[in-house]
């Protein structure tokens, strides 16, 4: 299979909502770390927990359509420092959010109160281990950091190749709305 110009627009626009629900999946969890009352921290731990599901199918859905579609080539013009980086940073990105989505979910079923996915359907195991939950629990927060870290680095990749660069690097994420394929 030869490497396609372009993503397809569904790649695209499972990027971009992806962006969008991680990006708002890590406000409500900051929610978290405040004083509030046992009830919201229920409601926000559900709805943190329900982004993080919604996440999870479209990283599925994502790591399927590049399976299919593939990537397009880097610019020959990137020297090969640039290539490995950007080839380990999408990977360890990859990595990184999977494990975020498995040790959210190890982290939910073993949490101390229930957490109901949309209101609806708890997985909590019911066990009452706050050692566990709390082991758990940080690797769910050092998976967090890592992906903060990475789409940061990856956000400041794609403002170089846009503006310093001026490649069509980025331009290629950007334009959801039309794909040039092979």
Known sequence: MSQPLDYSIAQKIVHWL??????????VAQKFGNVMEQADRLESRGDHGSLGTIVA?????????????????????????????AKLGHGLLYFFIGFLILSGLFTAMNATDPVALFGQFEITLGQIDKETFTFIRGFHEFATNAVIALILVH??????HWLVVKDDVTQKMMKFWKSKRV
């Open 18 to 27: 992806m962006a969008i629900l991680i990006t708002l999946d890590l406000f």
């Open 155 to 160: 956000v400041l990749a794609a403002i170089y």
């Open 57 to 85: 199918s479209l990283f599925l859905l994502r790591l399927y359509l590049r399976y299919k579609n593939g990537a397009p080539a880097l610019p020959v013009s990137m020297q090969g420092w640039q290539i490995i980086a």
